[in-house]
């Protein structure tokens, strides 16, 4: 199982990014994805995740600014990012459970600007 993160970069307070992660080796759409966050010094969080069913569920922080989509064709998974914040520049990191166990992918980097 393979994920593929992309689509980060820099980005003023208030603008948007649209993170994408590709899955291979995995039935995708059997499974949840999740995305989480590292920021320097701190733990790696849960920022929301998709269920097969595209039920979607977010942390408080990001709530109403974030948004994530499923393309089963595609096997991709997608984090839409709405009125970014400086406190949002983290790595993004795309995680999928599969065969009893996690799956991450490599991660892609935010950086918010103020």
């Known amino acids: 199982v393979q994920l593929q993160a992309s689509g980060g970069g820099l980005v003023e307070a208030g603008g948007s990014l649209r993170l994408s992660c590709r899955a291979s080796g995995v039935n995708f759409k059997l499974h949840p994805i999740g995305w989480y966050r590292q920021a320097p010094g701190k733990q790696r969080e849960l920022v929301g995740d998709?269920?097969?069913?595209?039920?979607?569920n977010y942390s408080d922080s990001v709530k109403g600014r974030f948004a994530i989509s499923r393309d089963n064709v595609w096997n991709t998974v997608y984090l839409q990012m709405n009125s970014l914040k400086p406190e949002d520049a983290a790595v993004y990191y795309c995680?999928?459970?599969?065969?009893?166990?996690?799956?991450w992918g490599r991660g892609t980097q935010v950086t918010v600007s103020s």
């Open positions: 998709i269920s097969s069913s595209h039920v979607t």
């Open positions: 995680k999928i459970a599969a065969r009893g166990r996690d799956f």
